[in-house]
């Protein structure tokens, strides 16, 4: 299968050259952890800024990891000899994964990298030439049709998918073919999309040479690949979310005015999933002059679907467009080129009123619930990845706050979550704190603003009294009337549960959680 301007790929219909072939990577140590143990964490960081000189020094002798990374990272050609010490050379040729080169040498036809996966594994990502991030010359290739790598884009969704066991799973838009990857480690059926053959033949590649399962592969565009009575347990897409004037790029482009193309793929997910499937995005939206952007996103969530979304960064339209500009090299070559298309891009935001441009993730849960509940927020701060456990854990407490009025709220019993430190803030030698902050240094991360009861409270809970008995304490405590603090505190706690500082313990003397 091959693209104009693209070099052939490697034959998929030859499984017992793939295994071959990884088996001598993994004898070799052609992993993650190999090559840092052999490049040293200069040049391996060099590497991922695709400055390829540490990496060419790092690997001037004739050992088998030294060639490995040489020919399938540095793009390098290698000496027939040398490289039939270590790999099955006459197989690799014959499959496709090798050329012959002038003077007796032979050279890769594809980036091969390594990934490890999130239990340990040693997976590969197979991507075009110069086209994986940490290869040779970075992500340089702007053909159309060309396939990338890994970048940061598809590790964060990675990072945030949920990884609960499930019968099925979809990637749309699967390009190498991450996604289909690590679904295939927790998915029994993984169905992968894409509108450029050319991807789906890498992800044939990619799944093959990590040791996976192979993935029902599908051409075609979004959801126009599956079928109408199929449904799946988890949904994935980083899809070509760029908001740009046409579709010059396959890869990044959506071909769709504006932003309609994150709309459509969510809007579209809803009557995808089966009832309590995840379907995991990520998005650019436009902040439009006179919307509301949460309103707008709210406007995408489908009916009979929970949504988290997530707003990590914002960009005026003038960095956006340089942003991609730069992407696609479109900054290196004529001036000329470079400020008509600039202004092309500035014409189409101008002409649509986009002020800026949002990025984050959006994650929707297929509910019954008769109300389903809706969050977006702005959160640029830091985060711990994984978080796909964190995102569980968030439709898992709204599903118990969704079912508890305030009366079983406060006969419920909670636990402090791991990690969770409390910081008091006032002057030096004041009696009392201003305000008191609980921070967490898990997940999100976050850091909310308690009252003095609240952080009380929160201290005390620890799954053995009930939050009623809790309050009455602290009412006695502070000279309050109980009925009254009774009262106004369901609200701080249903906060606390809701952003993830107190989570419904089991009862001690039932092994129940806290519901009535």
């Known amino acids: 299968m091959t693209d104009s301007g693209l070099a052939p790929l490697p034959a998929t219909d030859r499984p017992d050259v793939a295994a071959r072939l990884r088996d001598a990577l993994l004898a070799a140590s052609f992993t993650a952890d190999g090559l840092l143990d052999l490049l040293g964490a200069p040049a391996y960081a060099a590497l991922a800024r695709s400055e390829t000189v540490p990496a060419l020094r790092a690997t001037r002798g004739d050992k088998p990891l030294e060639t490995l990374v040489r020919l399938f990272l540095l793009q390098q050609p290698v000496p027939y000899a040398r490289v039939a010490a270590v790999l099955p050379v006459a197989e690799a040729l014959e499959g496709g994964w090798l050329r012959s080169v002038a003077g007796d040498e032979v050279a890769a036809t594809v980036d091969v990298r390594p990934y490890g996966g999130p239990d340990g594994e040693d997976w590969f990502i197979v991507s075009d030439l110069g086209c994986a991030v940490g290869g040779a010359g970075g992500i340089g290739r702007r053909d159309e049709g060309v396939v990338l790598g890994v970048g940061g884009a598809s590790m964060t969704l990675a990072g945030i998918t949920v990884r609960t066991p499930v019968a099925s799973a979809l990637d749309l838009g699967t390009g190498s073919g991450i996604q289909a990857l690590h679904a295939s480690s927790h998915a029994t059926r993984v169905t992968a999309t894409d509108v450029n053959p050319r991807a789906l033949h890498i992800t044939a590649l990619t799944l093959a040479l990590s040791g996976a399962a192979a993935a029902d592969l599908r051409e075609g565009s979004l959801f126009e690949p599956v079928r109408d009575d199929e449904t799946f347990d988890l949904i994935v897409s980083n899809p070509p979310f760029v908001i740009s004037p046409g579709a010059r790029l396959t890869y990044r482009d959506g071909g769709m005015g504006g932003d309609d193309l994150c709309r459509s793929l969510v809007q579209q997910a809803g009557e995808r999933l089966s009832e309590g499937g995840f379907a995991q995005f990520l998005a650019n939206w436009q902040h439009v002059a006179g919307e509301d952007w949460q309103d707008r996103l709210r406007s995408w969530v489908p009916r009979g679907c929970d949504a988290w979304i997530v ?17 696609a ?66 439709f898992d407490r709204l599903d118990y706050l969704r079912d508890h009025d305030d009366a079983a709220l406060l006969e419920g019993h909670f636990a402090l ?46 799954g053995t009294l009930s939050a009623g008995r809790i309050l009455d304490a602290i009412a006695r405590l502070v000279g309050e009337d109980p009925v009254l603090l009774r009262d106004r505190t369901p609200a701080q706690i249903r906060l606390l549960v809701e952003q993830g500082f107190l989570e419904p313990a089991r009862r001690p003397d039932t092994g129940r959680d806290g519901s009535r």
């Open 311 to 327: 707003q990590r960064e914002v960009q005026d339209v003038t960095q956006y467009a340089e942003l991609w500009l730069r992407d």
């Open 329 to 394: 090299g479109d900054h290196r070559g004529d001036p000329a080129e470079y400020q008509a298309r600039y202004d092309a891009w500035l014409d189409e935001f101008e002409a649509r009123k986009v002020k800026s441009v949002g990025f984050g993730w959006i994650t929707l849960r297929r509910t019954g619930a008769a109300e389903p509940s809706i969050t977006v927020e702005e959160w640029p701060h830091s985060i711990e990845q994984p978080l796909g456990e964190a995102i569980r854990a968030h």
């Open 417 to 462: 979550t791991a990690e969770v430190v409390q910081e008091q803030v006032g002057l030096p030698g004041a009696e009392d704190p201003e305000h008191v902050v609980l921070r967490q240094h898990r997940g999100m991360r976050r850091a909310t603003k308690v009252d003095t009861v609240g952080a009380g409270f929160a201290g005390v809970c620890d």
